[in-house]
């Protein structure tokens, strides 16, 4: 088992919270500290002066998407979830997931065909079904579709899947933005035989605000594109066009090998960055966009080395939203097991590492999610 824990910083000044001396910078009650739940907080300094909001890692999503999601399941409708392959694991939301996890669901993984060369296609469907699973919802393995791009093959091939197990229902398809749901859609216009009498529309959903795509599948049941889950907590959230056009995979991943000692740091690019604590070298898979640059430091001054490298550019590419140190999240990971793992951030990518013990520091964008999972890609 992996744990994450993750260190506390004042939202505001980024002072390292404590509750030990009220004189000193980060002091914050005692009881605030401990039985906190969010993610971020205040010090009592700051607390005076900015109001208070809760926020989370996970994507917040509209009572709208909610609504048509509790439609959909009341209707026992067959649900059709695209993922990104490449960065889905922390796209999830609870919210969500509590409604659709008994459900009837097609997942289609999007982007297979931009893996690593030689990734097995049976090992990457169970890996999906467990990611699912981890997050309270049960989906077969059977009913995972790798989709390579959409081709008109594919497209063919998932709307014979969606007629096998709808059941005579309707079909609501989901996804989190940039996961490919509108090019799926685009896909089954190129294929779709309209063999029913009513027209293609779209429209405001009954009893929301959200207009939604509606394709007729026969005289009696419709398949509705909803709208996406959002990704602001994702790192693509966070950048402007050109930074997102380098880290956004649109070609195959080649993996680098980069071996790591205690308190040594990895960049990736001006993005994030990773310091082993405690652990022997470790030798760190990466797996991230080709353009992302990759390096490697002491962790002597790797705080004030990683942003001065971002206002100088020195580094590709990098969020420009970073412009101090307090523009960042902290997390630590502390590894228990002894085999291999996965450490991903969202929306850019993940390192793969045999654990004994190590102990990881991961700076993000504030807001940005990680993860740690069971290897995507087995080192055989």
Not at 95 to 117: R, T
Request: glycine share 4%; proline share 3%.
């Amino acid at each position: 088992m992996s744990q994450i824990s993750q260190i506390r910083k004042c939202y505001n000044c980024g002072a390292v919270l404590q509750s030990t001396d009220p004189t000193k910078e980060g002091y914050v009650n005692k009881e605030v500290l401990e039985n906190g739940s969010q993610n971020f907080l205040f010090c009592n300094k700051c607390f005076e002066v900015e109001r208070y909001q809760s926020k989370t890692n996970e994507p917040v999503v509209s009572e709208d998407l909610i609504k048509i999601v509790e439609d959909a399941k009341a209707k026992q409708a067959l649900l059709v979830y695209v993922i990104n392959l490449f960065s889905f694991e922390a796209s999830f939301s609870h919210q969500i997931n509590e409604i659709i996890n008994g459900m009837n669901i097609l997942v289609v993984a999007n982007k297979f065909d931009l893996m690593p060369k030689g990734t097995n296609e049976d090992d990457t469907r169970e890996y999906v079904a467990h990611r699912f699973r981890a997050c309270g919802v049960h989906v077969e393995k059977d009913n995972i579709v790798l989709a390579n791009a959409f081709d008109d093959d594919t497209a063919r091939n998932i709307i014979a899947q969606i007629y096998e197990l709808k059941n005579g229902k309707d079909v609501y398809v989901i996804g989190s933005k940039l996961a490919g749901k509108t090019t799926l859609i685009d896909s089954f216009l190129r294929v779709y035989n309209n063999l029913s009498k009513g027209n293609i529309v779209s429209k405001e959903y009954p009893g929301t605000k959200q207009r939604v795509l509606q394709l007729p599948l026969s005289s009696r049941t419709m398949m509705y594109e909803i709208p996406s889950i959002p990704h602001n907590n994702s790192i693509l959230y966070n950048l402007d066009a050109n930074a997102t056009r380098k880290i956004y995979v649109t070609t195959p991943v080649e993996y680098r090998d980069v071996s790591l000692r205690k308190d040594e740091v990895l960049y990736f690019g001006g993005m994030s960055f990773v310091e082993l604590l405690e652990g022997k070298k470790t030798n760190i898979r990466c797996f991230f966009a080709n353009n992302v640059q990759l390096k490697h430091h002491s962790n002597r001054k790797a705080e004030e080395r990683f942003v001065n490298a971002i206002n100088k550019k020195a580094i590709k590419p990098f969020c420009a939203r970073v412009k101090t140190i307090k523009d960042m999240d902290v997390f630590e990971i502390k590894v228990t097991e002894s085999n291999y793992r996965d450490i991903g951030i969202q929306g850019l990518g993940w390192f793969n590492f045999l654990a004994k013990g190590q102990t990881f520091r991961i700076y993000v964008p504030k807001g940005v999610s990680i993860y740690t999972s069971r290897p995507k890609i087995d080192r055989k």
